[in-house]
């Protein structure tokens, strides 16, 4: 059995920032209210000519780079979102065009849980030997599906993406376990009811406001906290770790109170919580593997750290996975690592050499040239 070790990772957040005090001015709302409920200060927004797929190409070429690993090297592309570019193509085989890979991709649905199952799921296609190289994003806008008049969605949300490099290892790294979780009867806490073919875009999707996402708070905020704990517990159990194991609990960006409950149920002190929600909110799918790349990129994970990854989302669904980290450092270093010593003794030699015959080479000219002077 292969591991899918994580090589790989990059970040794509907009630049535009709408701060809570940017908000106050468009709805009826405060930087009090969305802090002390949330947690939430600021949230970057996708400008024009900005999608998903752009968005997801720059994390995506960020995490290639930093593995090493060429496009055409990739053998799946694997994208978790809920905001394509288009209903059709899938955003997954424009983002394999535009960086020139040459491989299977697909776009998995399954709200904000989606990045969880997605590593899940290329974890599988390298288990088993099929696939050695994929990489998996999760990328979302969910600023274009926000009623920007609807004070209880429009402070939550925010755009970006994240994307890592995952590549087949025997050393057991990466997904080590892994619960994926659905309760469809919750569906309607967390929807978008117009676009799709239970009521296609019309007139009347437009007039009734049918785009935008419709949330129940409160519900959604009960499942979180009936579910966030658990599901780290099992994945946790069916590693064969413990609690204490975990260096870094990475826990869905949406919402401060609802981290505090599950680290409470846990036990974990919040030093072990990683949260960046205060400068991204909530970004969906892309929230996890965000705050993954941040944390390495903050040294909140050292090499062969191990991390507990744990979502939520529309659905409703939930996943945690416990995954081990490699060696973090660049792909360059590992490259440089990997030559024999006696091989980088013999390189290092015969640069020595050569520096020296050139220097004995430009040694006359130089003379002559001092003589020429005088
Ligand atoms: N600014 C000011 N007041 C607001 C507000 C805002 N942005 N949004 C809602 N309110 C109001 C409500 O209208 C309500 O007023 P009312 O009592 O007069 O009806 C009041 O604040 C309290 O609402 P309530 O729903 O009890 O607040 P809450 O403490 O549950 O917090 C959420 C609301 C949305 C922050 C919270 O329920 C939550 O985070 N839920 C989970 C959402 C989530 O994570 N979604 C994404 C899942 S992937």
Redesign the pocket.
């Known amino acids: 059995m292969k591991y899918g070790r994580i090589a790989g990772w990059g970040k794509y957040a907009p630049p535009k920032v709408l701060t809570n005090f940017d908000l106050e001015k468009m ?4 930087d009090e ?2 802090v002390t ?2 947690g939430i200060r600021e949230r970057r927004i996708a400008g024009e000519g900005e999608t998903t797929l752009t968005m997801s190409v720059a994390a995506a070429r960020q995490a290639l780079e930093r593995a090493g690993v060429r496009p055409s090297d990739l053998d799946l592309i694997l994208v978790a979102t809920s905001s394509p570019d288009y209903l059709l193509p899938p955003v997954s085989s424009m983002i394999q065009d535009r960086l020139g890979a040459r491989c299977g991709a697909f776009t998995l649905v399954a ?2 849980t989606g990045f969880v199952y997605g590593l899940a799921t290329a974890q599988q296609f390298i288990a088993s030997g099929a696939y050695r190289t994929i990489l998996v994003i999760g990328a979302e806008i969910i600023s274009r599906n926000i009623d920007w008049t609807d ?2 969605t429009c ?2 949300f925010g755009d970006g993406a994240g994307a890592v490099v995952l590549q087949a290892s025997d050393a057991p790294t990466g997904v080590l376990s892994f619960v994926l979780g659905s309760d469809g009867a919750g569906a309607k806490h ?1 929807m978008v009811p117009g676009g799709g073919v239970a009521m296609p875009f019309s007139q009347r999707v437009v007039d009734e406001g049918a785009q935008y996402i419709r ?1 129940n ?2 519900e ?2 009960k499942f ?1 906290t009936r579910v966030l704990a658990q599901a780290a517990i099992e994945a946790v159990e069916q590693s064969g770790l413990t609690l204490n194991d975990v260096d870094l609990l990475i826990p ?1 960006q ?2 401060m ?2 981290i505090e409950v599950a680290a409470r149920q846990l036990g974990m002190p919040m030093d072990k919580v990683f949260v960046n929600l205060d400068r991204y909110g ?1 970004t ?1 799918a892309a929230s996890i593997p965000i705050a993954l790349v941040e944390a390495i990129q903050q040294g909140r994970c050292a090499d062969n750290s191990t991390v507990l990854l744990v979502g ?3 659905g409703l669904t939930w996943a945690s996975a416990v995954v081990k980290l490699g060696t973090l450092e660049p792909a360059r270093y590992a490259l440089w690592r990997s030559i024999p010593i006696r091989a980088k003794a013999r390189a290092r030699a015969a640069v020595g050499a050569l520096s020296m015959r050139v220097g004995a080479m430009l040694l006359p000219l130089a003379q002559r040239a001092r003589v020429t002077r005088r």
């Open positions: 709805v009826h709302t405060s209210w969305i409920r949330t709200g904000c004070r209880n402070v939550l967390l949330m708070g409160r959604v905020f979180a869905h949406a919402n109170r609802i909530n969906s939520f989302g529309a």
